[in-house]
């Protein structure tokens, strides 16, 4: 019998099926009593052997009445199978789901073992798996935006302590604000040392912002910094170390030749103080070329190279007469 063959018969006997209490009770008639019990010999009467017969061919009445009842105990077995059937088509399951509670449990036709039934329902119906959750990503918080009070405090906590100009971006990523603010304040709090004369200026160095000594201290700062000790440039560094700031970037030959004596012990001292640097090699003699650092526009107090003043004034009036000369 095939799996739609067995739901049909499923689905009849579920329709054909009547309630226990309301099927005619059985009328079973009596069974006839022998008069002597069976087995027993009558005194006097020699004992004979004989073979029973069945019962149900002596009598038919009480043939019928066993296979009644008979009948009646299969199909209560029968109903009792499409009652279940019948309860769940009633709950709105198919035959089908009925016949895998009913019939692949008992008979194993599936291959369904005893795992597969564990995770059935009471009406056969599978338990639904729960569904995994799934976690909510939390964004950050934004961080408080800072009054003008405070974050005018900050920034000038963060400037004492920088040993090099540090730019806004890096400023308003410290405090989390937005660099758009960082620029006013900064403005705001240089004018304002500037008007109250402190002995320290805040200014654009670098690319970024510092604070410094004013011009009119210098003398006074540097007694104390220097107290006795000599850490000026000779004249031929700082010679050649102008000539690398207006004509970097620029190779050690090119230098020597603008000077006119060789330059390359003064370049490997500026290069130990951190004033002038390598920045690559000249595509056609593959010599060294020389540029000033960050370090440079610090001591200087330069934003940029732009920022050198310009040679014009300080040049002599008679130049094309002295480059002739030189010919």
Known sequence: ????????????????????????????????????????????????????????????????????????????????????AGTVAFQGISPGAAEAATGDSGTGGSGAGPDAAGERGAAGVPKRQPAGRRRATVAPSPAPELDEAELRGALEAILLVVDEPVSELVLAQVLEQSPERIGPVLDDIAAGYTAAGHGFELRRAAGGWRLYTRPEYAAHVERFVLDGQSVRLTQAALETLAVVAYKQPVTRGRVSAIRGVNCDGVLRTLVSRGLVEECGAEPDSGAFLYRTTTMFLEKLGLDSVADLPPLAPFLPDDVEELADATR
């Not at 052997?49 to 038919?60: K, N």
């Open 1 to 84: 019998m095939n799996d739609e063959e067995r739901r049909d018969s499923l689905a009849d006997q579920a329709a054909a099926w009547i309630p226990p209490w309301e099927r005619p009770a059985p009328t079973r008639k009596p069974a006839a009593t022998p008069s002597e019990p069976e087995g027993v010999d009558a005194p006097g009467v020699p004992p004979t052997d004989t073979v029973p017969g069945p019962t149900a061919a002596a009598d038919p009445a009480a043939a019928d009445a066993e296979a009644a009842d008979a009948e009646a105990s299969g199909a209560e077995t029968v109903d009792a199978g499409a009652a279940d």
